[in-house]
């Protein structure tokens, strides 16, 4: 069984900054193998792609939403995925949510195995 727990989630103001973190863990799950994504949901919004992260680190996408103010990386030796959030605005707000897929991609239904979200509010 795989696990994704995601922490790091909370409220700030417009204009600050969160780092949220991934652990992955499970008996059959080797992380390092696994390209690693963040989507978010917003109330009564789809979910949506943040950010992805091949396995080595070395490749990246990123939704425009987000790209020059959010990072992803990983530590495999940690079997932890970041996503560090900067310049926060008010429309980042939404549950985030950390997923593994086979490959380096933004479409959801590759992403096979998902954390339970954890909440990012961002007031103005």
């Known amino acids: 069984q795989v696990q994704l727990v995601e922490s790091g989630g909370g409220l700030v103001q417009a204009g600050g900054s969160l780092r949220l973190s991934c652990a992955a863990s499970g008996r059959t799950f080797t992380f390092s193998n696994y390209p690693m994504g963040w989507f978010r949901q917003a109330p009564g919004k789809e979910r949506e792609f943040v950010a992805a992260i091949n396995w080595s680190g070395g490749s990246t996408r990123y939704a425009d939403s987000v790209k020059g103010r959010f990072t992803i990386s990983r530590d495999n030796a940690d079997n932890t995925v970041y996503l560090q959030m900067n310049s926060l605005k008010p429309e980042d707000t939404a549950v985030y949510y950390c997923?593994?897929?086979?490959?380096?991609?933004?479409?959801?239904?590759?992403?096979?195995?998902w954390g339970q979200g954890t909440q990012v509010t961002v007031s103005s």
């Open positions: 997923a593994a897929a086979r490959i380096l991609t933004s479409v959801r239904s590759n992403y096979h195995y």
